[in-house]
Nanobody
Framework: QVTVVESGGDVVRTGDSLTLSCSVT???????????VGWSRQAPGKEREFVAA???????HYADSVKGRFTVSRDNGVNTAYLHLNNLKPEDTAAYYC??????????WGQGTQVTVSS
């Protein structure tokens, strides 16, 4: 099974920007470009919520709460996907997770990376 590691979380201020990375550990066994990528987040005391997902090239969806502020990208040469967080708000404070999709199957979430936005 392909596993991922998230990184890039930090403590930032309202209005700041941050880029999170989702990197494949080990050898994925197929081109990284063939994987879809999903992002979610979980704030303390709350359930995990959808943030963004790229299901296929050019087919990306965002949660309404982040639309216009967050974008996704990827570098297939280094087996890494990115979540760019702009104009951060305190309500964006959460642990952020990623996972990969191949065909109809989703892999496991990584261990997460913490984003804290101070007002």
């Amino acid at each position: 099974q392909v596993t991922v590691v998230e990184s890039g979380g930090d403590v930032v201020r309202t209005g700041d920007s941050l880029t999170l990375s989702c990197s494949v550990t080990g050898r994925p066994g197929r081109p990284f470009s063939t994987f879809g990528v999903g992002w979610s987040r979980q704030a303390p005391g709350k359930e995990r919520e959808f943030v963004a997902a790229t299901l296929s090239p050019g087919n990306t969806h965002y949660a309404d709460s982040v639309k216009g502020r967050f974008t996704v990208s990827r570098d297939n040469g280094v087996n890494t996907a990115y979540l760019h967080l702009n104009n951060l708000k305190p309500e964006d404070t959460a642990a952020y997770y990623c996972r990969l999709k191949y065909g109809s199957a989703w892999g496991s979430w990584g261990q997460g990376t913490q984003v804290t936005v101070s007002s």
